[in-house]
């Protein structure tokens, strides 16, 4: 059974960092590309960063320099840390796994499993 776990996220002031940390079991991790989409409420899940199984990451253009995806095959957990947050960063983040690469990490639709979701809130 494939798990996907969350920690990290929370309440932070504009121009502050934080860490979401995304821990996978039941798949072998390294040879999936590892994602983290966001999602406000009414809006579809948007892409934020992707990490290829070779370590090459991609970044939505909102989040370029500013957020950074990193990964660990052997604790099998996939980082992202988030520096110089702004409050419309404001979104539930979920990490992802896929077999998938290229131009289509970068859609949702391409990831085969989910994490549980957790709640980033940035305040001006």
């Known amino acids: 059974q494939v798990q996907l776990v969350q920690s990290g996220g929370g309440l932070v002031q504009a121009g502050g960092s934080l860490r979401l940390s995304c821990a996978a079991s039941?798949?072998?991790?390294?040879?999936?590309?590892m994602g983290w989409f966001r999602q406000v409420p009414g809006k579809e899940r948007e892409f934020a960063a992707a990490i290829s199984w070779r370590g090459s990451a991609n970044y939505a253009d909102s989040v370029q320099g500013r957020f950074t995806i990193s990964r660990d095959n052997a604790e099998n957990t996939v980082y992202l840390q988030m520096n110089y947050l702004k409050p419309e960063d404001t979104a539930v983040y979920y990490c992802a796994a896929g077999l998938t690469g290229g131009p289509a990490w970068v859609v949702a639709e391409r990831y085969d499993y989910w994490g549980q979701g957790t709640q980033v809130t940035v305040s001006s």
């Open positions: 039941g798949l072998t991790f390294s040879r999936y590309t």
